[in-house]
């Protein structure tokens, strides 16, 4: 008998840590302010460079932790009865991408580190050239219905 596949609200944890990954990462630019989306009621945090910050930190984390969960879950109980897609391939390389190289700008942020500034701006062009390719790869496979893992 298969093992049942991660519930619901897993799967929704997982939408709602990128989702919130990639307002606060947009809120790091003052975009929010500059295009008066700050200026929404509710939505002023948007343009407080600290709170996103803090919060891009903690969501990336929660996004490690629900991603390494789906992980092991697919190798430990569901790698007998299904399989990776072609566009689940694509999706965690990205991803697996856009947490190191965040994971790169996060250490560079530590006292007594420093990259020289030339890769600083390399590595953010990079990072968010990486999300925006993941982004658009997400809305085809939605668009396509297609998952991360197929029956196999």
Known sequence: M???LPSRWVRYGFFITLFFSALTGFAQMPIFKRYYIADIPGLGWLAQFFTTS????????????V????????????????RVSLMGYLRGG????????????????LPGYRFAPGFVV?????????????????LATVIARRGWVVKG
């Not at 919060?55 to 990336?60: N, R």
């Not at 990205?94 to 942020?109: E, H, T």
């Not at 990486?130 to 982004?135: D, N, T």
């Open 2 to 4: 298969a093992a049942p």
């Open 54 to 65: 803090a919060l891009h930190y903690i969501s990336s984390a929660l996004l490690i932790a």
């Open 67 to 82: 991603g390494t969960f789906l992980v092991l879950d697919y190798l430990l109980l569901h790698r007998a009865s299904l």
């Open 94 to 109: 990205l991803l697996f991408l856009i947490l190191f190289s965040g994971g790169l700008l996060a250490y560079r942020n």
């Open 122 to 138: 390399a590595l953010d062009l990079i990072h968010l050239g990486l999300v925006m390719v993941f982004l658009l790869a997400s």
